[in-house]
């Protein structure tokens, strides 16, 4: 198993200052630029810090919000790039469908591929429903898109003796021809996330690594969807490595400590979803079978336990969110034991997208955190061994 190390980088301080939205219209009088720039720096401190510890790294984006400071993720790539030299890099995400010209995308991926020397993981997500009064798209489009961008990207990244055009429904270019060209042939490996078993099947087609965030006991759903689509395209079933799930992480030898890590990090859950009404859900952001999922309460920011009961991760006690498999949390062998048996749940999963770091947690608690998990949950994870893959995809 391979474990990736995630902050928001989110500026808590004003948190508590919001009247009812911490995204779009939460005015940036709020933000301290010199607060700002310490947190930041310790952010990348921490991840700086991962590659010494073994773990791997995960940086993201958002925009227009208090929760994530990230709103140009290839800022942090290229930081993050140049300051290790072992851990793999892992963007998840990187909203194409919302990007304006996915040719400079396509430059800066490369580029962050070769200052990495091929320690890039390309995460092309479609983003949050609070993205779109930002990046102001037709909600109804985002996904075609997000394709159009997707088979751009990847041509750019594998054509290399001769320029090309392109003439799309989204994008036109003459002349396309990416310097520097990528490290990693044909290109970086290519993640994306999802909540929904439809998304799922296509991305078992494509057999990339599929994430899945706080989708608790109910990601077994979503995983089996994924193993059907990818036994019927590739005639073999997927591995671990295939799977990805993002759990909050709070560890200790002192049981209270971790579960006051384990509420300080879940900050995150709690303050995510507190955006204007106007902004949740644009219409036709999501298909409707996905609309009446949400109706029911059977997707994010609602989970599920093993015994089935439903979880709101935005209230939910520590306790909750360790039944729900959301949050890992205890000493080393409670941690171990709880991530071993969320992953032979979902019937093997290979990533775990560790948040080891959420909200108010400070920068001492984390680097005990990433510490003590890195020393004595890692090493058995690593030598752990996956449930069979070919008999998940059978019982799928």
């Not at 580029?111 to 609070?130: A, N």
């Not at 106007?278 to 079978?289: A, K, Q």
């Not at 959420?358 to 030598?383: I, K, M, W, Y």
Request: proline letters at 6%; one cysteine or more.
């Amino acid at each position: 198993m391979r474990v990736y190390h995630f902050s928001e980088q989110a500026y808590y301080p004003a948190w508590n200052e919001h009247s009812g939205t911490l995204r779009v219209t939460f005015p940036n009088r709020k933000c301290d630029p010199r607060v700002a720039a310490d947190l930041l720096h310790r952010y990348y401190d921490e991840w700086q810090l991962c590659d010494e510890l073994g773990l791997d790294i995960m940086l993201n984006e958002h925009h227009q919000t208090a929760t994530c400071m990230s709103s140009s993720v290839v800022i942090g790539l290229g930081i993050v790039a140049r300051a290790t030299k072992r851990s793999r890099i892992l963007v998840l995400g990187y909203p194409i469908g919302h990007r304006p010209d996915p040719l400079r995308a396509a430059e800066e991926l490369s580029t962050i591929d070769v200052i990495s020397r091929g320690r890039l993981d390309m995460g092309f997500i479609k983003g949050i429903p609070y993205e779109i009064a930002a990046s102001n798209r037709n909600p109804t489009e985002l996904m075609d898109r997000f394709w159009e961008a997707h088979d751009f990207i990847i041509k750019a990244m594998t054509t290399h003796d001769e320029d090309f055009n392109w003439d799309g429904e989204f994008f036109q270019y003459r002349h396309v021809n990416v310097w520097p060209r990528v490290w990693q042939e044909p290109h970086p490996p290519i993640w994306s996330t999802t909540g929904s078993s439809t998304q799922a099947r296509v991305l078992g087609e494509r057999g990339y690594v599929m994430a899945t965030l706080g989708t608790g006991y109910g990601t077994r759903r979503i995983y089996d969807a994924y193993r059907k689509s990818y036994m019927a395209k590739h005639g073999r079933a997927p591995g671990a490595d295939r799977f990805a799930y993002l759990g909050l992480v709070a560890v200790s030898h002192d049981r209270e400590e971790a579960r006051r890590r384990g509420h300080l990090i879940a900050g995150y859950l709690r303050t995510s979803p507190i955006v204007a009404l106007p902004f949740r859900n644009p219409p036709g952001y999501v298909p409707p079978e996905d609309n009446a999922r949400m109706l029911r309460g059977e997707t994010p920011p609602r989970t599920y336990t093993k015994d089935g009961r439903v979880i709101s991760m935005q209230f939910a006690s520590v306790d909750e969110l360790v039944d729900s498999g959301v949050l890992f949390c205890g000493t080393p062998d409670e941690v171990y034991a709880q991530i071993v048996d969320f992953c032979g749940h979902c019937g093997g999963m290979g990533n775990l997208l560790m948040m080891g770091q959420g909200g108010e947690l400070t920068h001492e608690q984390t680097v005990d955190n990433l510490a003590l998990f890195s020393r004595e949950v890692l090493p058995r994870l690593q030598a752990w061994q996956q449930p069979d893959a070919e008999a998940a995809a059978v019982a799928a």
